[in-house]
């Protein structure tokens, strides 16, 4: 749609290489959470990648005896020794958690008290001393010595290093990536996250073609749908571009059939003034959605192909039940993928399955942070499902939108 490829927040840019919004500035702690106070308490899932993602200069990634490990370098293991002593040089900040990779770093952190200066300052002054500690090394193999910890830095050379590193000539890149964990069990997934880390790199090398961004990737309606076309979209006009990431010959599979929901089939919870509460999970008050829910789930153990717009609660549930049972999926999203994007969780492992396909509109970029779902955003993703589907589309009104409006709103959204 042609409202989303020219609504770009101010301070990104599109790439029109990668089809991306990026930022024209480097990221920094202002830019963390909005109204959130890094100085106070918290837990964080902390990411910091190396300046150079090129060289796996921290270590490697194997399987042994049947398990995804990670074994580091050198320079890895004297980087996760230094970053074990986080707490020595800010006392208020706990580790509870490391993972090195071969390109960056993950670690759980607790802040346990107040602190003087935000997360980020904290951040920057061990990402100074790794600094220290790649020059160091550096310095060492110039000169032919044994080890690191042989050789003595004075104290001009160390303050030339810690320049260095200060004007942006570190080990890792400026700025960090945080999640704010909530609570325990937050703390808990982002643990199993960082200890699965190995083990999702190897299969993502494994299986390049289901993980590799697809920037343009061309579709052509079903035969079948041509009845429902407004007439000036037929033909070679009507062939639409996606960004994809996943199996794409799930879309040559025989039978394809949309997924497609109505929110009368829930029961919204409502507060005292009759507003929506949108943190509330509605619940199943009719039969005709667990009927629609095991027709679905029961054509695709038998070969089918489920398409979902996952716009309303009832097309997401049944997209969970569908990947919880192990069935092949097509999932749409309202704006495209980042270059380094991978699927959490239960998506990664039906990714690795070939059995999920995730596609985006090419004409919806992406951009950071949540997309709010408009409702042309959702009529444009319906017909897109349907145009996918052919014979196995759901009939939906789409009430509201002159002729050919539509057909016009899809056209834009799936043209870069």
């Avoid at 042609?2 to 101010?10: K, Q, R």
């Avoid at 090129?54 to 996760?80: K, M, Y």
């Avoid at 309303?312 to 049972?325: P, V, Y």
């Avoid at 596609?359 to 409702?375: D, F, H, Q, S, V």
Wanted: charged share 30%; hydrophobic share 40%.
């Amino acid at each position: 749609m042609e409202a989303n490829a020219t609504a770009i927040p101010p301070g990104w840019h599109l790439d029109e290489e990668s089809g991306c919004l990026v930022r024209d500035t480097i990221h920094r702690m202002g830019r963390r959470c909005r109204n959130w106070d890094y100085h106070g308490t918290g837990c964080y899932l902390v990411t910091m990648t190396l300046r150079d993602r090129s060289r796996p200069a921290l270590g490697a990634c194997s399987r042994i005896d049947a398990r995804a490990r990670f074994v580091p370098s050198e320079l890895g293991a004297r980087i996760e020794a230094h970053a074990r002593r986080i707490p020595e040089f800010s006392p208020e900040i706990e580790v509870l958690g490391l993972q090195l990779m071969p390109d960056h770093l993950h670690a759980v952190l607790r802040v346990r008290r107040r602190m003087a200066k935000p997360l980020g300052e904290h951040l920057r002054g061990f990402k100074i001393g790794c600094t220290k500690i790649y020059r160091a090394m550096e310095e060492v193999l110039a000169h032919g010595c044994a080890s690191a910890t042989d050789s003595r830095m004075d104290a001009r050379e160390d303050s030339r290093m810690d320049a260095r590193a200060q004007r942006g000539q570190g080990l890792f890149a400026d700025g960090f990536v945080d999640t704010i964990l909530f609570d325990e069990a937050a703390v808990e997934r982002g643990l199993a996250y960082m200890a699965d880390n190995p083990r999702r790199l190897l299969e993502k090398r494994e299986h390049p073609e289901y993980f590799h961004v697809v920037r343009r990737l061309e579709v052509r309606p079903r035969e079948g749908e041509d009845s429902r076309m407004d007439a000036r979209a037929q033909g070679d006009a009507r062939a639409l571009w996606f960004a994809a990431l996943g199996n794409r010959d799930l879309l040559n599979v025989p039978e394809l059939l949309q997924v497609q929901c109505s929110r009368r089939d829930f029961a919204y919870a409502r507060g005292p003034d009759g507003s929506l509460r949108k943190e509330a999970a509605p619940a199943v008050c009719t039969p005709g959605f667990e009927e629609k829910s095991a027709a679905l789930l029961a054509a695709a153990e038998h070969g089918a192909v489920l398409v979902s717009p996952c716009i309303s609660h009832g097309e997401k549930e049944i997209a969970r039940r569908a990947l919880a049972a192990g069935a092949r999926l097509v999932a749409l999203a309202n704006k495209g993928f980042a270059p380094l994007f991978k699927p959490p969780g239960l998506l990664f492992d039906r990714c690795v399955e070939g059995r999920l396909l995730l596609l985006a509109p090419a004409g919806w970029p992406y951009m950071p942070g949540e997309k709010r779902m408009t409702r042309e955003d959702a009529c444009v993703l319906n017909r897109i499902a349907q145009l996918l589907c052919g014979p196995g589309a759901a009939e939906i009104q789409y009430r509201g939108l002159v002729p050919g409006e539509l057909e016009r709103l899809v056209e834009a959204a799936g043209r870069q």
